[in-house]
């Protein structure tokens, strides 16, 4: 892929996949009599954001505040229609909310799970490590203590999840979405066989983010005390966006090095990870991830087209 090409992120659905690119933002969704349905959504550039986006590790909590408000409304989208006959929608009855409260509340939903998630894997394993100190009363052992916590709350609950029949789908769609993804950037045509042959993996992926977090989390702690235990709850709480920002940065380094050889391997822990967060997509699901992404590059090239889809 060129150096000069624009880069693609996306997200799973229930039953589909969102792709965003500079401008806008498309999810395709497979429809119960087999059909596929498509929503857009224009990204909204505000100023305060874009010059937030400048800053190294602010610009990480701002890219995930604007993820989880866009990818709200496409998950609405997704489960409000994956499974309903197409005509069957059921119609909105009475005076509808604001446009502006509808994407203000989603945004403030999405960030809050997101938020409220990143307090129970931050703290439970902190309480945890503090009920062990008697036997193991050392800052650097109490910090790694609390990482391997960390560690093995991540990964049994997305062991859990992903048992789970509708879970184990989305995480299929994740892998079409990756798969995809790497066909494009390998420069090849969008085709189900071109793109059942490349990985699942992804080194840009949010998994591999969301483990970076833990690492980062751990060196982090070192710099402040875990003694008394409020000042510990304290510093971790405040850490939070610290942490965030700092992960963001290390994403984005190990993606732009991860054609160089020796350095490539330092993206290989969130790839790992990624083996929990992904499954290998059957040919339907990888056809609704190409579809995404073309009619993506459609509205791009055609703004015009976004009036014949599903939009906000």
């Known amino acids: 892929m060129s150096n000069n090409a624009p880069i693609y992120g996306g997200q799973a659905l229930l ?4 792709f965003t690119g500079q401008d806008h933002m498309v999810t395709a969704i497979r429809r119960n009599d087999d059909s596929i349905d498509y929503f857009h959504v224009k990204k909204e550039k505000k100023p305060i954001f874009q010059k937030l986006k400048k800053i190294p590790f602010v610009r990480g909590v701002v890219a995930l505040i604007e993820s989880a408000g866009f990818g709200s409304r496409h998950l609405q989208f997704a489960s409000d229609r994956y499974d309903v006959t197409p005509g069957e929608e059921e119609k909105n009855s009475g005076e509808e909310p604001s446009k502006l409260m509808m994407i203000l509340g989603v945004a403030v939903i999405g960030v809050l799970s997101f938020l409220f998630g990143k307090f129970v894997f931050t703290l439970v394993p902190m309480f945890l490590a503090e009920f062990l100190k008697p036997w193991f009363p050392g800052k650097t052992v109490q910090i790694f203590i609390e990482t391997g916590f960390k560690l093995i709350l991540l990964l049994g609950y997305l062991q859990i999840i992903s048992m789970t029949p509708l879970i184990k789908r989305v995480f299929q769609y994740h892998g ?8 494009y950037e390998a420069g090849l045509d969008l085709t189900v066989e071109n793109v059942q042959k490349q990985s699942r993996l992804h080194y840009r992926c949010g998994s591999s983010f ?8 751990m060196f982090t702690y070192f710099f402040v005390p875990v003694d008394p235990l409020w000042v510990r709850l304290v510093s971790r709480i405040l850490l939070i966006p610290v942490v ?3 992960s963001f940065e290390v994403l984005q380094a190990t993606n732009a090095v991860r054609e160089i050889p020796v350095l490539r391997y330092l993206g290989y822990p969130g790839l790992w990870l990624q083996l929990l967060t992904t499954k290998e997509p059957k040919d339907e699901m990888v056809e609704v991830a190409i579809a995404s992404f073309k009619k993506l590059h459609e509205v791009e090239k055609n703004p015009a087209i976004a009036q014949t889809l599903v939009h906000d």
């Open 244 to 246: 965030i920002g700092i």
């Open 210 to 217: 969301i483990l970076f977090t833990v690492i980062v989390g």
């Open 15 to 18: 039953e589909g996949v969102m």
């Open 176 to 183: 079409a979405e990756h798969k995809v993804i790497n066909c």
